[in-house]
């Protein structure tokens, strides 16, 4: 079990609002070191619901891995305000991914969250991104 808290990075797109959608997540070490990097196409959604569903699949992988902390860095200021307790979650489309992600990071323990600019988050943004392009492909290979 790791006792020095994780970096995570975590993004996620919609091409339209809502449109095809997907997330990326980099996760590190505090030094900037790569652990793991990986992304998912989710379907069609909205850029918040993608952001909550990387947010997810980083604290399901924290988990999984037996990390008991992990520090969270997210372009959305929504998506951290909200799991800060700042903002209220509105959107009922939200509600159950924030009630799922506010679970899974008491399960992991120590879990904090930092907003960043776009330019610091640019890995978890071409995860992402891939993520999508891979899934268009796809589409139009089987059309």
């Known amino acids: 079990m790791n006792q020095a808290p994780l970096v995570a990075y975590i993004d996620g797109g919609a091409r339209g609002n809502p449109g095809p959608a997907a997330f990326g997540v980099r996760v590190e070490q505090p030094d900037g070191m790569l652990v793991e990097e990986f992304g998912e196409s989710i379907g069609v959604a909205t850029n918040n619901v993608a952001e909550y569903r990387g947010l997810l699949a980083a604290l399901a992988w924290a988990r999984a891995h037996g990390h008991r902390g992990l520090h969270v860095r997210s372009d959305s200021l929504l998506l951290v305000q909200q799991m800060l ?21 008491h399960e992991i323990g120590k879990v904090t969250f930092e907003h960043v600019g ?17 899934e268009n492909s796809k589409l139009k290979r089987e059309n």
């Open 118 to 134: 776009r330019a610091f988050n640019a890995h978890a943004d071409r995860l992402a991104n891939a993520a999508m392009d891979e």
């Open 85 to 105: 307790g700042n903002f209220k979650v509105k959107n009922a489309g939200l509600q159950p991914l924030h009630a799922k992600a506010r679970l899974l990071a």
